[in-house]
């Protein structure tokens, strides 16, 4: 009965369509682009920014430290700050630890908003 009705074979799967090599390389090149501008560039401008500061630390400088205390400067050594907190208390900070530079004033300012 073969004769009446064809025999029904299977189709070959199509080939898988290759990607071009040079469209992957781009893409790639694209994330790392990417990933360039919004992570690695903004760090290391904040990090050459935080380096000047420490750099141009100088005694009468009013700061805030990572901690968050309010000083003066009142000595610099090469690595390390004296900051007077109040009268007559002084702490020794590393130079590392100053988290920005406060205007001139700051500090009298802050003490009479209490």
Do not use: C, W
Not at 18 to 37: A, E, K, R, V
Not at 51 to 62: F, I, Q, Y
Not at 92 to 111: F, I, M, T, W
Request: no cysteine.
């Amino acid at each position: 009965m073969s004769f009446l009705i064809s025999d029904a074979y299977a189709e070959a799967a199509p080939a898988a369509q290759q990607s071009d090599p040079i469209t992957s390389l781009i893409f790639f090149g694209g994330f790392i682009l990417i990933f360039y501008f919004i992570l690695i560039r903004p760090q290391q401008k904040r990090a050459k920014e935080h380096r000047n500061l420490v750099a141009a630390l100088s005694k009468g400088d009013e700061v805030v430290t990572n901690g968050g205390l309010l000083g003066k400067i009142t000595d610099v050594s090469e690595e390390y700050l004296s900051v007077e907190l109040a009268d007559n208390v002084i702490v020794r900070v590393q130079k590392q630890a100053v988290a920005s530079v406060l205007p001139k004033g700051s500090l009298k300012a802050a003490g009479k908003e209490k």
